[in-house]
């Protein structure tokens, strides 16, 4: 299921980026490309499950 998800994700990417004419795939735009819904359910529970992440000080000066 992991597999045809990422290549759902990078189908779309792909085709967003051919379309909007920026060839390039981000995470951004990967971000906007809608998947199943429980793809989705398992990708929000993982993001609740992990622990915050620490930003690195110099994060904020780029």
């Known amino acids: 299921m992991f597999a ?3 290549a759902q ?3 779309g990417a792909a085709l967003e ?3 909007s004419g920026s060839e390039a795939v981000t995470r951004k735009t990967l971000d906007t ?3 199943d819904q ?3 359910d ?3 529970e993982r993001r ?3 622990k915050p992440r ?3 000080p110099d994060a904020d000066a780029a």
């Open 4 to 6: 045809s998800i990422v």
């Open 9 to 11: 994700l990078v189908r």
């Open 17 to 19: 980026a051919i379309i």
């Open 33 to 35: 490309i809608e998947v």
């Open 38 to 40: 429980t793809a989705e």
């Open 42 to 44: 398992a990708r929000n």
């Open 48 to 50: 609740r499950a992990r």
């Open 54 to 56: 620490r930003r690195r």
